[in-house]
């Protein structure tokens, strides 16, 4: 009887190297090359066309790509495999590991075949008769490898050494890395060096064996995360702090260039990495000048060459051995002789945080900029503004309500200081952008209720008042006052008698009683306790430039650039271009998830204000951060379903709180209209579908003047009440919609 082989795909990689097609968020094996499916699918059929012999199919692929692969394992028998969801990638090493650890515990001592999931071969009974002929050797407790004969030198796959030679199986004598030119001309003349494809069969104990020899930190930590993992239907799920334990290595380095005694065995199947633009050109259907061609193309008197056209028309005259690709936002263009160099361009672009790298935008995205300027403007200043300068404003107690029902009845719930605030500041905007409501009105009896209601013997401001303006949380926190700030200083600029000698006692209590006497910030509230959060520090930024605004005095500026500080040295993650949220007391990332909590809202706020002060204090610089926050936010924190903003993912990109706000949409908008024209890409198409995604999920749906707040990760309502402290998210973004696409007006 035929042994068992248990087979695991691997497809984590980004592909890089055929960027501007392969990215972050849609890696190269999820694409389709030739017509037949994707990659991956590609893959996973030709393990499935084993023709004998019992052969379980797994795949070890990111969990954020959770969605991607459920569509590509539709329909195909996996013969009791499934998917393993790495919750961040730790290399091939980790996976290898992973797939040995998973084969022992359910089906013992077998072989295992681990393949990568972006490879061109010629026929499923070419890899699989490839397999059979290395499978003695695998039984016989060797680590068994697949080499291809060079055809010319390459200088963009590693090579394997072989020696002696018996019964079509190498001895392997070394690995080595990718060479320089002359290198591989070497190698292909010295006729005993192959190409590595990265395919390795083995006997489950032989790997567990080698890891214990070798690696024994990488098989430990694999194993902790493995048996705390978690199984559901739509595959199993690794822990994300075990995970991340593991070190990161590639398994060529960590295993097979330190074990004895390895196999090699002659591929006898056609074989490409896919790794290059060039290799596409290898591969793909070629007309008579040697050209493959795909997409809305006119080419003419072009030879040899690889152009491609994921959108627009792209049209060519006399091109020879060149690479042509054009996406929806970006081109390349290079000799197909030094395609494979794109990741140098990659590189480029992630030093100045560029989107591209890492988000793939929709084909129905709008292109006209100012499309949504008659629905904004009618939403704005017909429907919203009424409503809450009406139904919104409490006559009898003062202030304003905290929310209103879906009948735009108001709720009697306490109202939190910071909502008061936030209304007296959208009140404000909404005034300087034309508004011909009662606005001074407005701003004056929000500015007396909390003045006269809402004040502490310190000289700050309480947290809460009840419905009739007692106190009923006494707290004098930072957020509240950040958004106090931030309205006086509106209000100022309204012309409101009062707003500056209020703001000036307000920063008086600022600096006595919540600037950390280390200067490191300030604290949660003026008791000193708590965990200290980054939030906070974001919009007594926006306080301090909207002060700094209305005023001209650079010592706010000052004020806004300790901020600035702290943000470039602990709130902002380089690596991953996250912005951290819950921290120590020392501004060390918090414990256990708080610390890879990340919120793509608040990336997005953050990058308006630091477009904003780079503006204004001269630092261009900031505008790379900005970039970097906002792409980070788009290609990893946005449900694919709806296209709106999670609440909150992981520094890695895995959703933690699935529902969408309102908010967050509203100020990606801003975002995008800060970043556009700052260096980077032409995001205006990007604005209108912001824009249009924000109406089609929150505003539309609601009743006039109105707006859904909380929507699930299907696209449905949870919302039972309209919060008051979402209005002026909504009034600032859209009022500065309107100015950025003011050009446009009828």
Known sequence: MTERIVSFVMSGGVGSRLWPLSREDN?????????DGSMLAKTLRRLAARPEGETPIFLIASERHADRVHADLAGLDLAGGGPLFEPIGRNTAAAVALATLRTLSEFGDSLVLVVPSDHEIATAHQFWQSVEAGAEAARAGRLVVFGIKPTQPETGYGYIEVAAESGGTF??????????????????????????TGIFLFRASAMRDAFAAFQPDIWQATEAAYKAATSDLSGLYMPLELYAAIPSNSIDY?????????????????????????????????????NVIVGDVVAIDCENSYIRSDGRLLSAIGMKDVAIVSTADATFVAPVSHSQHVKKIVEQLEKSGRLETRFTPAHDRVIESGAWRRRVHHWLFQETLPLWSTSGVDERHGGFHEALGFDAS?????????TQARQVYAFAV????????????????????????????????????????????????????????????HAHMSGNPDAF?????????????????????????????????SNPHMHLLEAFLAWYQATGDRAHLRRAA??????????FDPESWTLGEYFDAEWKPAAGEKGAWTEPGHHFEWASLLVDFAGRSGQAELSGFARKLYASAIANGLNRATGLAYGAVSRQGLPLDLISRSWPQAEAVKAAIALDGSGGPDLKPEIEARVGRLFRWHIDPAPLGLWIDRIDERGRSLATDVPASIFYHLVCALTQYLDSTSDKAA
């Open 27 to 35: 890696p190269k094996q999820f694409h389709d090359f030739s017509g």
């Open 171 to 196: 001895d392997v004598s070394r690995f080595v890395e990718k060479p320089d030119l002359a290198t591989a001309r070497s190698y292909l003349q010295a006729g005993n060096f192959y190409w590595n």
């Open 254 to 290: 960590a295993i097979m260039e330190q074990a004895k005694d390895i196999a090699m065995v002659p591929a006898s199947f056609r074989w490409n990495d896919l790794g290059s633009w060039q290799s596409l050109l290898d591969v793909g259907p070629a007309d008579d000048q040697g």
């Open 410 to 418: 108001p709720l009697m719930k306490p109202k939190r200081m910071r």
């Open 430 to 489: 909404a005034r300087a952008r034309g508004w011909d409501g009662p606005a001074d009105r407005l701003i004056s009896h929000g500015i007396e209720f909390m003045a006269r209601q809402g004040r502490t013997d310190n000289g700050g401001w309480v947290r809460t008042l009840n419905v009739d303006g007692s106190v009923a949380d006494a707290t004098e926190d930072a957020y509240d006052h950040s958004c106090l700030l931030l309205a006086l200083a």
């Open 501 to 533: 000698r209020l703001g000036e006692e307000t920063f008086s209590f600022l600096d006595a009683h919540l600037e950390d006497h280390r200067m490191t910030g300030f604290l949660e509230t003026s008791d000193g306790e708590g965990e200290r959060r």
């Open 562 to 571: 300790r901020i600035i500080d702290l943000f470039r040295s602990h709130f």
